[in-house]
Each structure stands twice: as structure tokens, then as C-alpha cells.
């Protein structure tokens, strides 16, 4: 009994202090979508699909350190040109950051690291609405946030490199 509630007092304490370091908050589904429009015409059909998946990722600052995450992933799968399914998932997290996290190592953190630990459960959200929906499953291959990152960082210093020579 004393150690609960020397324990709880401790868990108290904690949450006055500024988080000084990484943590998870929060991981949640802020949205989910499902439609298969074209069913049940489509189970008739031989199953040679095409998936088309998008990616997106943004955030939002809440306090102090602290920020939201969303990553959202669109899947469309289509057989014969016509719409099997439509499954967009928006899987956030609440994530708490060290205060003195320089600017690069922020939005690393906010692009690639947070969307890692976001993407398996958008991953087994898309999976079970699909299974749900009677077609066959569907497991979406993991993603190198890192190297997505970096190709972004890649793409807008060639962009800023280009402004002002046209500009000029």
C-alpha cells in the first residue's frame, strides 16, 4: 500500500516537469474511410488489381513541446478499371519532444521518426477494413521514413538552389 502510493506520488511529480525527453502520449485514429462502390460486381470479376497507395504527413504544435502527428494513407485498389476499394486512414499521435531539440533534429523527428511508430497501426487499420470488406488481405510493405525524408530535404534545397536563377 505504501509503495502505491509512493508510486503515485512519484507519477505526480513526473507530471509537473517539462518532458525533457522523447515520449508517447498518445496514438490514436482521428479518421477512417471505407467504400467499395463498385461491390458486388466486383467479386465477380478475375482479381488482377492495381493498388495506388498515398502517403501524407503533417503536425500540429499543442503546447509547448508537445505536438500532434497525422499520417494519413490513401489506398485504391482497382480491377478492370473499376474501383474495388477506397481505404484512407488517418493515424495521429501525440507526442511529447526534449526541449532542446535543434530545428533539424525537430523536423526529422516530426517527418520520419514519428510517422515510424505511427505506420504499423495504420498499417493493421487498412489490413482490417480490407478483411472486413471480403477482399483478400492486404499487408501495405513497410516504409523508410528516413529515406522519404531525406529525398524531401534533397528536393527543396535543389529547389531553393534553382530560385534565384530564376529570379535573375
Known sequence: MADEQQTQANGAADNQQPASQFNIQRVYVK?????????????????????????????????????????????????????AFLCEVAQAGIFSLPANMPEDGLAHTLAAFCPSILFPYAREAISGLVSKGTFPQLNLAPINFDAVFAQHVQQQQQAAQEQPKADA
Open 31 to 83: 479518421d477512417v474511410s471505407f467504400e467499395a462502390p463498385n461491390t458486388p460486381a466486383i467479386f465477380r470479376k478475375e482479381w488482377k488489381p492495381e493498388l495506388n497507395v498515398d502517403m501524407n504527413v503533417s503536425n500540429t504544435k499543442l503546447d509547448e513541446n508537445i505536438y500532434e502527428v497525422v499520417l494519413t494513407l490513401t489506398v485504391k485498389n482497382t480491377v478492370e478499371g473499376e474501383t
